[in-house]
């Protein structure tokens, strides 16, 4: 199979470059550069690595286990296997018993049989024989406060929980270096520029509360290859940016922030809609025209400090903030 640039294979296999790269931090895939040639590629063993993992990841095997299965031998790789399967047998009969008793239930009530509570036409042993080997705790059904909830209330149970994470945030204004790149893997490619300005300008012990915004500019478009993002990372007022990064000076502004772990950068959804519902304040998004996500930034925490130590192995875990400007209703 003939290389494939990142792009490419995100396109083929619709999973996006961002996850791709997450593969590769995980160790499970491995890009290279080919000479005289811009971008990073795919060989083919790492195509059918992306091919492997995107099936497994279907069969709903975490990324940890698929990853000792990409490194184990067929012994450890059928071990994982055989457990999957065994879950995927006890659920399946989870539902399989939660749907026999549904359609009993169902053939209950539509019985001709009249009573103040339709319910009560229902004799309790008869109920109580339906749902007697039915499992109240694993497999997707959950007990609290002595009751079954529905996928519905753990969905909201997630969302108030995620909810209670967010935060208000005032970013003060700042003067900050900035560079854009347009192109294929733009983040890596414009984070790699920032990298080497922290190091060889020793920002850190220059400005130790350094911080380290992104953005994609221009925004991707369905249909087009190529998108762009911005970094900005904070420098002292009287710092110049060597070329070629630019100068800037950011207002600041009230953010709505939660913090995520990489890559799960679909959590913007959830930030978006909570604002959407909160009674306070509203979204205070920039001119849309200019395609920059609308003034919406990803702090990636911890960054500048481990740029400057060279990115250590057992240096800080990585999270990011996303930030949406916000303002009162």
Known sequence: MEEMTISEVSRRYQISARMLRHYEKLGMIES???????????DGEAVRRVRQIIVLRRLQIPLKKIRRMLEG???????????????????????????????????????????????????????????E????EKYHLKEERGMEQTKETD???????????????????????????????????????????????RLYEKKPDARMFGFNHPDPEEGKEIYGYEFWVTIP????????????????????????K?????????????????????????????????GCLEEHLNWVYSAHMGWPENGIDGKLDLLLPIKPR
Request: hydrophobic share 35%.
């Open 237 to 260: 007022e009287d710092m110049e940016a060597p070329a070629p990064l630019v100068k800037k000076e950011f207002s600041g502004g009230l953010y709505a922030a939660c913090t995520i």
């Open 133 to 136: 080997f039915l499992p109240l």
């Open 32 to 42: 290279k550069r080919r000479q005289g040639y811009a971008y990073r590629v795919y």
């Open 155 to 201: 969905r909201m149970q997630e969302m108030v929980k995620k909810a209670e994470n967010v935060r208000y945030v005032m970013l003060p204004p700042c003067t900050v270096a900035a560079y854009q790149y347009i192109g294929e893997n733009p983040e890596d490619h414009a984070g790699n520029v920032v990298c080497e300005f922290v190091r060889e300008s």
């Open 262 to 294: 990489f890559p799960d950068f679909h959590e913007w959804q959830f930030l978006v809609e909570w604002v959407k519902q909160n009674e306070r304040y509203q979204e205070d998004y920039s001119d849309m025209s200019e395609k920059n996500m609308g």
């Open 73 to 131: 031998d067929r012994e450890q790789a059928i071990c994982i296997l055989e457990d999957q399967i065994r879950d995927v047998r006890q659920s399946a009969a989870s539902v399989k018993q939660i749907r026999d008793a549904l359609e009993k239930l169902l053939e209950l009530l539509q019985r001709e049989t009249f009573a103040e509570n339709h319910l009560d036409t229902i004799s309790e042993a008869e109920l109580l024989k339906m749902t």
